[in-house]
C-alpha cells in the first residue's frame, strides 16, 4: 500500500488536497464546479486530474480512474442547523453531503473523511443529518468517529474549529487515531506575518506584531452573492480591530516605509491584510497561487480547509490502512 489513492469532492483550492498529498497520498480526481477554483488547481499542479462538474451532476460511471481510490475526501460548504434530510434536503448544502455520503456507494474507498462545522458532530439541531449518515454508512459497512479539530493545534495561526467525519471499513477502523495536536505552542498573527509585513519596509512592523500576539479569528470566505471581501462579521471585524487590523476589507499590497499605524484613530490607522497573507493564515506554503481577481482568491482561501489539518487527518487515515509513514515529511509534491 505504497500508493494510497484518493478523490477529493468540492476541492476548492485545494487546501485538503494539499495537505493529503503532504501525507504521502496521490490524487485519482478533484472535482469542483468553479472554474476559478480548478483554474486555480491546475496552476499548481497541472499533473492533477481536474473535473470542473458539480457534485450534484457528477457521473461516477465516466471517470473509472475513481474506482480505485482509497480515501473520498470532501471538504463541504457549511450545513445550516436544522437541515433535515427528511424534509427533503432543500439546503444546497445538505444535497451536497448527500451526494458525497451516496458517491461512497460508487467508489467504495477504504476511508471516508468529510470536513464541516464544528456542531455536525454533536449539536442537536445536527441530529437528523447524523443519522441519515449513520444509516448510509452502517449500511455500506464502515465504522466511523465523529471528531472536532482546531487549526491552531496543527501550527495554523487561526482559531478555526472543524467538524469531522472518519469513516473506515471494519477491518481498518480500530487503528484509527485521531490526529494529535503537532504544535506546542501557537504561531500568533505577528509571528505568521511580520516578514511579508516588513516586505516594504514598514518601520512599524516590530510594534503591530507585538501586539498581534495571539491567533486570527476563523476566515470567513463569504458568499458569492454578496459584495467585496472582508474579513468576517462583525464580531470577526472587532477581533481584528483588537490586532490593530482593519478588517472591513482586504489590501492589494502590504504598508509601504511611511504607513502610520494608529488604531486608536479608526480604520485609517490600521493596517490591512493581503490575499496572500490570508492564505498564510490558512497554512497553504507561500508559492501557492490563487487565480482571478481579488475577492475570488480572498473567497477561495477564507473557504478552503488548512492543509496541515488535512496532512495531519491523512497520516491518520494512512497509519489506520497500514500505508508506510517513511519518506512522508519530505514528501515530493507531484507537479
Same mark, same amino acid.
Given at each position: 500500500?505504497?500508493?494510497?489513492?484518493?478523490?477529493?469532492?468540492?476541492?476548492?483550492?485545494?487546501?485538503?488536497?494539499?495537505?493529503?498529498?503532504?501525507?504521502?497520498?496521490?490524487?485519482?480526481?478533484?472535482?469542483?464546479?468553479?472554474?476559478?477554483?480548478?483554474?486555480?488547481?491546475?496552476?499548481?499542479?497541472p499533473a492533477w486530474r481536474v473535473v470542473?462538474?458539480?457534485?450534484?451532476?457528477?457521473?461516477?460511471?465516466?471517470?473509472?480512474?475513481?474506482?480505485?481510490?482509497d480515501l473520498l475526501a470532501a471538504g463541504?460548504?457549511?450545513?445550516?442547523?436544522?437541515?433535515?434530510?427528511?424534509?427533503?434536503?432543500?439546503?444546497?448544502?445538505?444535497?451536497?453531503?448527500?451526494?458525497?455520503?451516496?458517491?461512497?456507494?460508487?467508489?467504495?474507498?477504504?476511508?471516508?473523511?468529510?470536513?464541516?462545522? @464544528?456542531?455536525?458532530?454533536?449539536?442537536?439541531?445536527?441530529?437528523?443529518?447524523?443519522?441519515?449518515?449513520?444509516?448510509?454508512?452502517?449500511?455500506?459497512?464502515?465504522?466511523?468517529?465523529?471528531?472536532?479539530?482546531?487549526?491552531?493545534?496543527?501550527?495554523?495561526?487561526?482559531?478555526?474549529?472543524?467538524?469531522?467525519?472518519?469513516?473506515?471499513?471494519?477491518?481498518?477502523?480500530?487503528?484509527?487515531?485521531?490526529?494529535?495536536?503537532?504544535?506546542?505552542?501557537?504561531?500568533?498573527?505577528?509571528?505568521?506575518?511580520?516578514?511579508?509585513?516588513?516586505?516594504?519596509?514598514?518601520?512599524?512592523?516590530?510594534?503591530?506584531?507585538e501586539r498581534a500576539h495571539g491567533v486570527?479569528?476563523?476566515?470567513?470566505?463569504?458568499?458569492?452573492?454578496?459584495?467585496?471581501?472582508?474579513?468576517?462579521?462583525?464580531?470577526?471585524?472587532?477581533?481584528?480591530?483588537?490586532?490593530?487590523?482593519?478588517?472591513?476589507?482586504?489590501?492589494?499590497?502590504?504598508?509601504?516605509?511611511?504607513?502610520?499605524?494608529?488604531?486608536?484613530?479608526?480604520?485609517?490607522?490600521?493596517?490591512?491584510?493581503?490575499?496572500?497573507?490570508?492564505?498564510?493564515?490558512?497554512?497553504?506554503?507561500?508559492?501557492?497561487?490563487?487565480?482571478?481577481?481579488?475577492?475570488?482568491?480572498?473567497?477561495?482561501?477564507?473557504?478552503?480547509?488548512?492543509? @496541515?489539518?488535512?496532512?495531519?487527518?491523512?497520516?491518520?487515515?494512512?497509519?489506520?490502512?497500514?500505508?508506510?509513514?517513511?519518506?512522508?515529511?519530505?514528501?515530493?509534491?507531484?507537479?
Open positions: 500500500m505504497s500508493d494510497l489513492r484518493f478523490v477529493d469532492v468540492c476541492a476548492g483550492a485545494g487546501g485538503l488536497s494539499l495537505g493529503l498529498e503532504q501525507a504521502g497520498f496521490e490524487p485519482a480526481l478533484l472535482l469542483d464546479k468553479k472554474d476559478v477554483a480548478c483554474e486555480t488547481l491546475r496552476v499548481n499542479r470542473e462538474a458539480d457534485l450534484l451532476d457528477f457521473s461516477p460511471s465516466r471517470h473509472q480512474e475513481i474506482y480505485d481510490a463541504l460548504p457549511r450545513v445550516r442547523s436544522g437541515a433535515s434530510v427528511a424534509q427533503g434536503g432543500s439546503d444546497a448544502e445538505l444535497r451536497l453531503l448527500e451526494a458525497t455520503v451516496y458517491l461512497a456507494h460508487a467508489v467504495q474507498p477504504q476511508a471516508l473523511v468529510i470536513e464541516n462545522v @464544528p456542531g455536525l458532530v454533536d449539536a442537536p439541531d445536527y441530529e437528523a443529518v447524523r443519522s441519515f449518515i449513520r444509516e448510509e454508512l452502517h449500511h455500506l459497512g464502515y465504522r466511523f468517529r465523529w471528531i472536532v479539530l482546531n487549526a491552531a493545534d496543527f501550527g495554523v495561526p487561526q482559531d478555526r474549529r472543524q467538524g469531522v467525519l472518519v469513516a473506515l471499513r471494519e477491518k481498518h477502523f480500530d487503528a484509527f487515531r485521531p490526529p494529535e495536536p503537532t504544535a506546542g505552542e501557537y504561531l500568533s498573527v505577528g509571528q505568521a506575518l511580520r516578514q511579508s509585513m516588513a516586505a516594504r519596509g514598514w518601520r512599524d512592523v516590530d510594534r503591530w506584531a486570527a479569528p476563523t476566515l470567513v470566505g463569504g458568499s458569492d452573492r454578496r459584495g467585496g471581501a472582508d474579513l468576517g462579521p462583525t464580531g470577526t471585524k472587532k477581533a481584528w480591530a483588537r490586532m490593530g487590523v482593519d478588517g472591513n476589507t482586504v489590501a492589494d499590497d502590504v504598508p509601504g516605509p511611511d504607513f502610520v499605524w494608529d488604531p486608536e484613530a479608526g480604520r485609517d490607522g490600521m493596517v490591512r491584510i493581503t490575499t496572500e497573507q490570508a492564505a498564510l493564515l490558512q497554512g497553504f506554503p507561500p508559492d501557492w497561487r490563487f487565480a482571478g481577481r481579488k475577492t475570488a482568491r480572498y473567497r477561495q482561501i477564507g473557504h478552503a480547509s488548512p492543509p @496541515p489539518v488535512g496532512r495531519a487527518l491523512g497520516l491518520a487515515v494512512r497509519a489506520a490502512l497500514g500505508g508506510p509513514a517513511a519518506g512522508v515529511a519530505g514528501y515530493t509534491p507531484t507537479s
